[in-house]
T-cell receptor
Framework: GDSVTQMEGPVTLSEEAFLTINCTYTATGYPSLFWYVQYPGEGLQLLLKATKADDKGSNKGFEATYRKETTSFHLEKGSVQVSDSAVYFCALLTGNQFYFGTGTSLTVIP | GAVVSQHPSRVICKSGTSVKIECRSL??????MFWYRQFPKQSLMLMAT?????????EQGVEKDKFLINHASLTLSTLTVTSAHPEDSSFYICSATWQGRAYEQYFGPGTRLTVT
């Protein structure tokens, strides 16, 4: 069945470090891919998305490229800030159903 | 942006009792709401989809008599866990959207249920 495998955390980085959170997926059709972020005490918020192969989603300095050949959608940011500390979820949407990864907790220290 | 709230944020109940969790869309009309469950270190699992004024559609393996979902208005859906047991302890998250736009769901902050 459809599924998402996400890099396990927690991840701790120093401010201004480079971030990569790996995400790979399994899907029978042509899913849309998403990254959601959850800040403490808040609901999941859409960070970025890509709806077809080779699309690049970007927002707030974060980027992810839909790679069909490697079934991946890795999240990257060139220089993280303390305010980026949160839990990040990779997800795919096929039909009308979301499949989420397990979430990766990121802590950025000054 | 669209805001979804959940109440309560945390609840502790005794085994055998029922507990109700509310999910509200604060600034839009939610024609469709989704209920998810998340176990520690696991992903969110869709439990059911509810459309306003209709019966909820449950995912395979989810007991509809145990997890009662009501979506009586365009801004409120409730999840009632009936005769709760310790294994029902989990993090319950709702999301809402309109016009069946599953790709544009807005999530609540979640409710932590602990059954003792």
């Amino acid at each position: 069945g459809d599924s998402v495998t996400q890099m396990e955390g927690p991840v701790t980085l120093s401010e201004e470090a480079f971030l990569t959170i790996n995400c790979t997926y399994t899907a029978t059709g042509y899913p849309s891919l998403f990254w959601y972020v959850q800040y403490p005490g808040e609901g999941l918020q859409l960070l970025l998305k890509a709806t077809k192969a080779d699309d690049k989603g970007s927002n707030k300095g974060f980027e992810a490229t839909y790679r069909k050949e490697t079934t991946s959608f890795h999240l990257e940011k060139g220089s993280v800030q303390v305010s980026d500390s949160a839990v990040y979820f990779c997800a795919l949407l096929t039909g009308n159903q979301f499949y989420f990864g397990t979430g990766t907790s990121l802590t950025v220290i000054p | 942006g669209a805001v979804v709230s959940q109440h309560p944020s945390r609840v502790i109940c005794k085994s055998g009792t029922s507990v109700k969790i509310e999910c509200r869309s604060l600034d839009f009309q939610a024609t469709t709401m989704f209920w998810y469950r998340q176990f520690p270190k696991q992903s969110l699992m869709l439990m059911a989809t509810s459309n306003e004024g209709s019966k909820a559609t449950y995912e395979q393996g989810v007991e509809k008599d145990k997890f009662l979902i009501n979506h009586a208005s365009l801004t409120l859906s409730t999840l009632t866990v009936t005769s709760a047991h310790p294994e029902d302890s989990s993090f319950y998250i709702c999301s809402a959207t309109w016009q069946g736009r599953a790709y544009e769901q807005y999530f609540g902050p979640g409710t932590r249920l602990t059954v003792t």
